[in-house]
T-cell receptor
Framework: GENVEQHPSTLSVQEGDSAVIKCTYS??????FPWYKQELGKRPQLIID?????GEKKDQRIAVTLNKTAKHFSLHITETQPEDSAVYFC?????????????FGRGTSLIVHP | ETGVTQTPRHLVMGMTNKKSLKCEQH?????MYWYKQSAKKPLELMFV???????ENNSVPSRFSPECPNSSHLFLHLHTLQPEDSALYLC????????????FGPGTRLTVL
């Protein structure tokens, strides 16, 4: 089955700095890569996703890059703000029975210091 | 809050109790999922239902029994659980064949004594 490794487990930055979270996956059949943000006591929410036919996607201060050859993808947050503090999960999804079954990374706890 | 709802939000039960978790989605989706979220572990997929049919069962112990009576409702029946089953149980839904995004419910915080 799929195996997703996520690093770092904790990331501490100063407000205004950039933050980068990296994930690797093992199954070359995975073709959908979402990123979720989970604030303390709240549900995970999708913040950005990328499909295997795209190398990069950007949405305001958030960007995701994908290298299918190397089987890794990264989340980039620029100009971080205290409200970006949360746990971020990457996932690699493989099509199964018409649905996309995600395998999640262990999560990265991002702390943005004001 | 609309979207995906879960009840109860908190549950404390003994190892001999029987209880059920409920999930309802108001998004018109046709796939539903149960996840277990424990501290310091990745989100663990437990069950997947597509169009009310179970398509995935990730080696989950039989003390967890899912039920999907229709594409909007999903239950997780619990029986003779162990303390290590204490976790946040998240339900999610998505639309098969269109977008791949999973929408999560707020979760049920389960404590097994």
């Amino acid at each position: 089955g799929e195996n997703v490794e996520q690093h770092p487990s904790t990331l501490s930055v100063q407000e205004g700095d950039s933050a980068v979270i990296k994930c690797t996956y093992s199954d070359s059949a995975s073709n959908y890569f979402p990123w979720y943000k989970q604030e303390l006591g709240k549900r995970p929410q999708l913040i950005i996703d990328i499909r295997s036919n795209v190398g990069e996607k950007k949405d305001q201060r958030i960007a995701v890059t994908l290298n299918k050859t190397a089987k890794h993808f990264s989340l980039h947050i620029t100009e971080t703000q205290p409200e970006d503090s949360a746990v971020y999960f990457c996932a690699a999804s493989t099509a199964s029975g018409g649905s996309y079954i995600p395998t999640f990374g262990r999560g990265t706890s991002l702390i943005v210091h004001p | 809050e609309t979207g995906v709802t879960q009840t109860p939000r908190h549950l404390v039960m003994g190892m001999t109790n029987k209880k059920s978790l409920k999930c309802e989605q108001h998004l018109g989706h046709n796939a539903m999922y149960w996840y277990k979220q424990s501290a310091k572990k990745p989100l663990e997929l437990m069950f997947v239902y597509n169009f009310k049919e179970q398509t995935e069962n990730n080696s989950v112990p039989s003390r967890f029994s899912p039920e999907c009576p229709n594409s909007s409702h999903l239950f997780l029946h619990l029986h003779t659980l162990q303390p290590e089953d204490s976790a946040l149980y998240l339900c999610a839904s998505s639309q098969v064949g269109r977008e791949n995004t999973q929408y999560f419910g707020p979760g049920t915080r389960l404590t097994v004594l």
